[in-house]
Nanobody
Framework: HVQLVESGGGSVQVGGSLRLSCVAS????????MGWFRQIPDKEREGVAG???????SYADSVKGRFTITQDKANDTVYLQINDPTPDDTAMYYC??????????????????????WGQGTQVTVS
């Protein structure tokens, strides 16, 4: 099964930019729907963006126009470009993968509990 490792988090100023990476090993991302989720303490993990193997994408309304999810199948890596962040974007960001879920349904019906494989998370702090 696939293993996921996120990186790229850190502190960023309002209006800046940041790119998160999720590197997969043990399997190819082309077999999975890939998603980015985020979570703050005492809140449910929420879907941010998803990408299907064919490149179809979906976004939460709160990030549309500011976040972009892309994939590099040759290197089994999924990215989340964060532009123009606000303090409300401060959270732990997680990469997730699943073979049965449709990532274009993030964040409506494809919730965190639908995903089988998770990375350890990377913290993003916006100030």
């Amino acid at each position: 099964h696939v293993q996921l490792v996120e990186s790229g988090g850190g502190s960023v100023q309002v209006g800046g930019s940041l790119r998160l990476s999720c590197v997969a090993s043990g399997d190819t991302i082309g077999r999975y729907c890939m998603g980015w989720f985020r979570q703050i303490p005492d809140k449910e993990r929420e879907g941010v963006a998803g990408i299907e193997s064919d490149g179809s994408t979906s976004y939460a309304d709160s990030v549309k126009g500011r976040f972009t999810i892309t994939q590099d199948k040759a290197n089994d890596t999924v990215y989340l470009q964060i532009n123009d962040p606000t303090p409300d974007d401060t959270a732990m960001y997680y990469c997730a993968a699943d073979r049965a879920t449709r990532c274009v349904l993030i964040p409506t019906t494809a919730k965190a509990h639908s995903f089988t494989y998770w990375g350890q998370g990377t913290q993003v702090t916006v100030s």
